[in-house]
């Protein structure tokens, strides 16, 4: 591994940005396990919402979920953290795709990855309910218009889709880090600003401060804080320093588990296990710092990238037009067959959206966006979010 000082200068001053790399020179081919990983997280999302979210939704079936599915859904019931593991490969994304970049460069990048595919499914979903409801879809223009900013949570409106929730969570990591990105980004900053962060994110729910918890977001500050350190790992060696701010961040990603578990219990109207939630979480850091450390040679696979490529757009897309889907096929085919034809649908429809949506806007926007000095086209860095589920 390459030392930190290799790689910073003694004052930790700044290099000026490198020319950008091949498109295919991501180190050791660590990017297509993140990229498989990513759509094992949206399955898990999936599987969640279809097969174990028992709240208002449970009418789609026709009745509860562990019903239709008495063998699958206690396993489904976990699906919700998938999010987590979308949120340590974010951190780890974010880091790299942002290193030796402008902040101008940086918010390009996000722009161009986030919105083709979030402008889509906005008016997919509402022609989804409008077709499928009559034209009932209890959406107004103004509320239309305002998801399509990506910025309706914090103007107060609702998502129209509920797994947009975690985009705000998203767009605030970048925010934060756009503030580092700006200073100019070397190991000891960004080193000193996941401790800063963490530090906030333990201490801000006791400070009665609604604007301060808004910012530190304590819940998922443990996994953007802990991708960002494994990308650090990953590209400047672990050190004493990043293993202890790595397992801060497990600690506290721990502690933060046990409101989860409690709001997840209402979703799937069940028990969930703190034991095997903290479990399954532990599982995801350890794949990831696995894949920062060293890659395993049985996922370098560049088709992993394809895969990874479906993982927003089947975020976006499998919500509300998969439970409209659901139910008004439930009576016509059993259980297992619906799901059988309905995700496959789902991901060629995820594909379509990235091949014809996604890439052909996002050369157009390349164009638009970054500056002349800075334009590369889409870069397969660029991943994009990870992007989650509802809340549960």
Known sequence: MISPRALDSPDDSPAPPPPAPPPDSSRGGRLHSLDGLRLVAALMVVAFHFCAFDNWSSHRWGVPTAEVFPTFQPIASYGWLGVELFF???????????????????????AIRLYPAYWFSVLFTTAVLFFTRDGNTGFTTARILTNLTMLQEPLGVRNLDPSYWTLWAELRFYLLFAIVCAMGLTYRRVLAFCALWLLVAALAPHCGNALLTSV?????TPFFAAGVV??????????????????????????????????????????LSLPVSLAVVTAFYLIVLGVALKQPRALDRRWLVKA?????????????????????????MAPWVLLGALVPTLLTLSWLVHRFIERPTARVLSRRLRPRAGRHGPSRRDHGPTEPLVAP
């Open 88 to 110: 340590l490969i974010s951190g780890f994304v974010i880091c790299m795709s942002c290193w030796g970049r402008s902040v101008r460069d940086f918010a390009a990048s996000r």
């Open 216 to 220: 530190a977001m304590p819940s998922a």
């Open 230 to 271: 494994m990308y650090l790992m990953h590209r400047f060696g672990p050190t004493p320093a990043t293993w202890l701010l790595l397992g801060a961040s497990w600690l506290l990603a721990q502690e933060q588990l046990r409101p989860l578990v409690a709001s997840a219990q209402g979703s799937v109207k069940a028990h």
């Open 308 to 332: 990874g490529s479906l993982t927003f757009p089947l975020y976006l897309l499998h919500e509300k037009p998969g439970w409209e889907a659901i139910r008004l096929l439930h009576n016509l």
